[in-house]
T-cell receptor, first 116, second 114 residues
Framework: KAGVTQTPRYLIKTRGQQVTLSCSPISGHRSVSWYQQTPGQGLQFLFEYFSETQRNKGNFPGRFSGRQFSNSRSEMNVSTLELGDSALYLC???????????????FGEGSRLTVL | KQEVTQIPAALSVPEGENLVLNCSFTDSAIYNLQWFRQDPGKGLTSLLLIQSSQREQTSGRLNASLDKSSGRSTLYIAASQPGDSATYLCAVPPGRFGNEKLTFGTGTRLTIIP
């Protein structure tokens, strides 16, 4: 069973540009979450999508956006890149939460973004 | 607001030793707690998910315990190996149905000395 796949793995952009990252969840998983990881701030939640709807959102500026398609694949976009956006962006998928609580999250290898 | 703490931030032990990693959280109203490992430059690998109704969960040489009332979890690694060297993170979701957001600890960087 294939795991969570993120593309591209590495990318370099310059300030002011925009970037789109892609995430394919584990087959059958309908929830996709995005996290930003930096040495200074650790892992921070960006947003979560379920059935093509943003269900939760973290404390990031509007330059960070995302979407989910009908096949559960997700993309996140960062516009007007800043130096501080350099980070490892991680995508996680899970089965839909149940009344027993949120499901186990499985992460991809991440997309390493460097902003020059 | 949930806060998750992992102490120590770094730990070095000789190969073969048993060790315990600690995780503390401030809000005990959690559904579950998940332990991950992360190798340098890589994504997170799920190790164990322990439900709030469970006290322990085991996978191979790993054993995770959960004490909700005291806001603590431990990850026990038996007979450590150099391949266990990684950063270990614990994470908890908020106590609300349907919310997949996790709050992560800052991690413990483990080094196993051959």
């Amino acid at each position: 069973k294939a795991g969570v796949t993120q593309t591209p793995r590495y990318l370099i952009k310059t300030r002011g540009q925009q970037v789109t990252l892609s995430c394919s969840p584990i087959s059958g998983h309908r929830s996709v979450s995005w996290y930003q990881q930096t040495p200074g701030q650790g892992l921070q939640f960006l947003f979560e999508y379920f059935s093509e709807t943003q269900r939760n959102k973290g404390n990031f500026p509007g330059r960070f956006s995302g979407r989910q398609f009908s096949n559960s694949r997700s993309e996140m976009n960062v516009s007007t890149l800043e130096l501080g956006d350099s980070a490892l962006y991680l995508c996680a998928s899970s089965l839909a939460g149940t009344r027993e609580g949120p499901g186990e999250l499985f992460f991809g290898e991440g997309s390493r973004l460097t902003v020059l | 607001k949930q806060e998750v703490t992992q102490i120590p931030a770094a730990l070095s032990v000789p190969e073969g030793e048993n060790l315990v990693l600690n995780c503390s959280f401030t809000d005990s109203a959690i559904y579950n707690l998940q332990w991950f490992r992360q190798d340098p430059g890589k994504g997170l690998t799920s190790l164990l998910l322990i439900q709030s109704s469970q006290r322990e969960q085991t996978s191979g040489r790993l054993n995770a315990s959960l004490d909700k009332s005291s806001g603590r979890s431990t990850l026990y690694i038996a007979a450590s190996q150099p391949g266990d060297s990684a950063t270990y993170l614990c994470a908890v979701p908020p106590g609300r149905f349907g919310n997949e957001k996790l709050t992560f600890g800052t991690g413990t960087r483990l080094t196993i000395i051959p």
